[in-house]
């Protein structure tokens, strides 16, 4: 909701069995030579576990997803996988798709934000969690996620949190944008979890009488607050990592993430984000806990396919490697041809660590 230095080499680990076996006819003859047995090669290629399978991935509609995504779809293609381009969607849209069987899975699953998309009604009275889940740990803890304020708007006026601002009538002048006497929240796109949360929030404190979300594309609403920063005017504007956006408005130079009380955080999202002093108070709740990024799959593919599931479950991708790739597509390196391209350079590079998921995933088939 959501990221040059790019690498250029591909190596795609076959994984094989061979089974061999000797096959002859002993025949007699009425001379006195021996019997002789010919060995007649049958050694056959086995089949990897995804032979004759193919899995529809989806990915979020945030370009730093794509990185994971494309690591994910060549991974499984080392299982024998066909797997198909993983399509852009808003998560909203996503998990209603992959609990009725539309998409198998994606990488682009921030469980602090999408629990409650997962646990979302489904035609048939359950839940579209009744039919996928996540699975793994791709990124224990990999994103923080948070509104950021410009620090000298902070000087100005003095204020620690979130509440205090919107307490100062002058300090949500400052922040109004267009007019209606609400302090403007350059926020997330339709149809993702944090304009859910950030809206919650506000809701809860009894906050959307002075201060309102403004949802577009979160990209355009980034350059809107960096072409105000530049011009001396007002920075709130959410962003998450790993991004390159706090390479462009720098936490502790440019801005500071802005805290709310914990008793005003939603339920689950309370915990504390270790940015040290790149925060209006410590400790620093940011109105998001520090989420997870995982898969998230449908059950009913998990359960037909072991060794995908296995490999799902052993994935873990460093955030740092997200963050450098995040880098290199706001320096161009944009196309869906780059971005796969620096996903097999990952791979191509650990193959210390991915090896052992490859062998454990084709024991589990």
């Known amino acids: ?42 050694a056959t290629e086995a089949a990897l576990p995804g032979e004759g399978v193919t899995v529809t991935m989806a990915r979020g509609n945030w370009i730093e997803t794509n990185f994971q995504n494309y690591v994910v779809q060549q991974l499984l293609q080392e299982l024998g996988y066909e797997v198909t381009d993983p399509e852009e969607i808003a998560p909203a849209t996503f998990y209603p798709a992959v609990a009725q069987g539309d998409y198998d899975l994606w990488a682009s699953s921030w469980p602090l934000n999408h629990t409650p998309l997962l646990e979302g009604e489904s035609p048939d009275g ?10 793994g740990k791709m990124m224990a803890s990999g994103a923080l996620q948070g509104l950021l304020v410009d620090i000298p708007s902070v000087e100005q006026f003095g204020f620690t949190t979130l509440g205090e601002l919107l307490d100062n009538p002058e300090a949500v002048a400052r922040f109004d944008s267009d007019g209606d006497g609400k302090a403007d929240i350059n926020g997330c796109d339709d149809g993702w979890g944090c304009q859910k949360v950030i ?20 990209s355009a609403l980034f350059a809107e607050s960096q072409a105000s920063f530049a011009a001396g005017g007002p920075v709130l504007q959410y962003v998450w990592t790993p991004t ?20 005003q955080a939603l339920e689950g999202q309370d915990g504390v984000s270790a940015v040290g002093d790149a925060c209006t108070n410590d400790p620093c709740t940011t109105m998001f806990t520090p989420s997870d990024i995982v898969v998230t799959a ?8 072991p060794a995908a599931a296995s490999l799902l479950e052993d994935l873990e991708l460093d955030p740092l490697a997200v963050a450098v790739q995040a880098v290199a597509i706001d320096a161009g390196a944009n ?28 024991a589990a088939a």
């Open 1 to 42: 909701m959501n990221t040059g230095r790019g690498r250029a080499f591909l190596a795609v680990l076959t994984a094989m069995m061979l089974i061999a076996a000797a096959c002859g006819d002993d025949s007699s003859t009425t001379d006195t030579a021996p019997a002789t047995t010919e060995a007649q090669p049958a």
């Open 298 to 305: 449908n059950k009913d593919f998990l359960a037909a396919n």
């Open 199 to 218: 809206n919650d929030t506000l809701a809860k404190n009894g906050w959307d009488d002075r201060a309102a979300q403004v949802s577009a594309t979160h």
């Open 335 to 362: 196309s869906d041809a780059e971005i796969a391209a620096a996903a097999a350079e990952w791979i191509a590079a650990n193959r210390d660590k991915i090896d052992p998921w490859i062998e454990a995933a084709l």
């Open 244 to 263: 390159a956006f706090v390479g462009k408005l720098v936490p502790g130079r440019d801005v500071l993430w802005l805290a709310i009380e914990p008793d």
């Open 126 to 135: 359950g839940t579209f969690g009744d039919k996928a889940r996540y699975i």
